[in-house]
């Protein structure tokens, strides 16, 4: 029987988390406007065969997307987490500067010791909206800020992703 890894994906509303879950459990990206619903939803799920170290694993994964409004219900699926993806939009600063001062002080409430991964969404927008923003502070995030974010929170890992791309970087 292999072992279970629970995974709870935090951030701000509609940047992409559901996507990237269902991207990642479905093996491919499924466009809203496919969905029978227009509702950001992901139903909770387990994804079995995920490899770790060589070894098969359960990941179970909880998605918060349809939470974010309810920190008495996000709250209540942080204990006994064994990762967080704590997850931000590349191209909407505010949601990185959450993952700071909203997302890592919320889950440390509850797990004084997480641990978490950061993953930068919405990556292919960056430089298609780089013209958009010059100049401008909203300026999309670059890579080594969160790769420096990272580190100075004690994340395990910052990457990058692109559901809509097909990419993880």
């Known amino acids: 029987m292999e ?3 629970k995974c709870v994906v935090v951030g701000d509303a509609r940047i992409g988390k559901t996507d990237l879950l269902k991207k990642f459990s479905k093996g491919r990206y499924i466009p809203a406007d496919y969905e029978s619903q227009h509702i950001t939803s992901f139903e909770n799920c387990n994804v079995e065969g995920v490899t770790v170290d060589g070894e098969p ?11 974010d409004d309810s920190l008495a219900s996000r709250q209540h699926l942080y204990p006994n987490t064994d990762i967080f ?4 939009s590349v191209v909407l600063p505010e949601s990185f500067e959450n993952v700071k ?4 002080p919320e889950i440390k409430l509850q797990c004084p010791k997480p641990k ?3 993953i930068g969404l919405q990556a292919d927008l960056r430089h298609t909206l780089k013209n958009t923003f010059a100049g401008d502070k ?3 995030i670059a890579t080594d800020e969160g790769q420096k974010l990272a580190k ?5 890992k910052y990457v990058e992703c692109s559901t809509q791309a097909k990419v993880m970087f």
């Open 138 to 140: 909203n300026e999309p």
């Open 116 to 118: 978490f991964v950061i």
């Open 57 to 67: 694993y359960c990941l179970k994964l909880f998605d918060t997307g349809s939470l």
């Open 85 to 88: 993806l704590v997850c931000f």
């Open 3 to 5: 072992e279970v890894i």
């Open 101 to 104: 001062t909203k997302w890592i």
């Open 152 to 156: 100075e929170l004690g994340a395990i």
